[in-house]
């Protein structure tokens, strides 16, 4: 086994092409459960991401084998010396631009997209330690990253839904209908934190955003449908930021 992993660690054709393959395997995976949600970045960009990411730091050992032998002689002369992870740290700071691309924030004040950067993020640390032959490290966070995609999400709804902060988007018939709605929630013994007052005289629409506090054992479902009933009110939805 122990040879095995040191020939896999090394810059032969057999080692790099594993590499490779296992950077599209693994990103692929986690690509294709962004991709059945309909998240910005999916499949293609999983693999392209952390093909790229495995690339950068190949080239890193590459040039640092390189230096310690064909061209030792002629770097020892100019006074070269070159750090391995060189490359594979600008990977790092680069993959923020695309992640940043993934991330919108809704007319309903929501932030969408945060999993989806962050995944990229990872899956480009993945690719580093891929080429890097650093396969233990690999396996622990493809494994901690399929976690957090599948495992994490119904714990992260459950907390949702028990807890007790809920904002509540209302697009109104007319602006001053939100004293309407003021008047529901309060009857209800809801407490208010927020109100946030929109008028867009071009679309001809008004629109709130009402941040709550509800009593133990109220339901969201209960306040919000209740809400729905409302005639001044055309649209409401629940509102919350993505984890």
């Not at 208010?192 to 709130?208: F, M, T, W």
Request: glycine share 12%; aromatic share 6%.
């Amino acid at each position: 086994m122990e040879e095995l992993l040191t020939y896999l660690r090394g810059i032969s054709f057999g080692a790099l092409s594993f590499r490779m393959i296992l950077a599209v395997l693994l990103a692929g995976i986690l690509g294709l459960e962004r991709e059945q949600k309909r998240h910005p970045a999916g499949f293609r960009t999983y693999i392209l991401v952390c093909v790229g990411a495995t690339t950068a730091m190949l080239i890193g050992q590459y040039e640092a084998c390189m230096m310690a032998g064909m061209w030792k002689t002629a770097t020892e002369l100019v006074g070269v010396r070159l750090d391995a992870s060189r490359i594979g740290a600008q990977v790092i700071n680069g993959i923020g631009f695309l992640g940043a691309g993934t991330i919108i924030v809704t007319e309903t004040n929501e932030s969408q997209g945060m999993t989806t950067a962050a995944g990229l993020w990872a899956t480009a640390c993945m690719g580093l330690t891929i080429g890097a032959g650093f396969y233990e490290c690999t396996l622990v966070g493809f494994v901690l990253i399929i976690v957090c995609f599948k495992l994490l999400e119904p714990i992260k709804k459950m907390i949702v839904n028990k807890g007790r902060n809920v904002g509540i988007y209302c697009e109104l018939a007319h602006i001053y209908d939100i004293g309407t709605v003021v008047g529901f929630i309060k009857k209800h013994g809801v407490d208010i934190r927020g109100v946030e007052l929109d008028k867009d005289n071009e679309k001809q629409k008004s629109s709130a955003i009402v941040y709550l506090r509800l009593p133990k054992g109220m339901n969201h479902t209960k306040i919000v449908s209740g809400l729905s009933e409302l005639p001044c009110l055309r649209v409401i939805d629940e509102i919350g930021n993505e984890v």
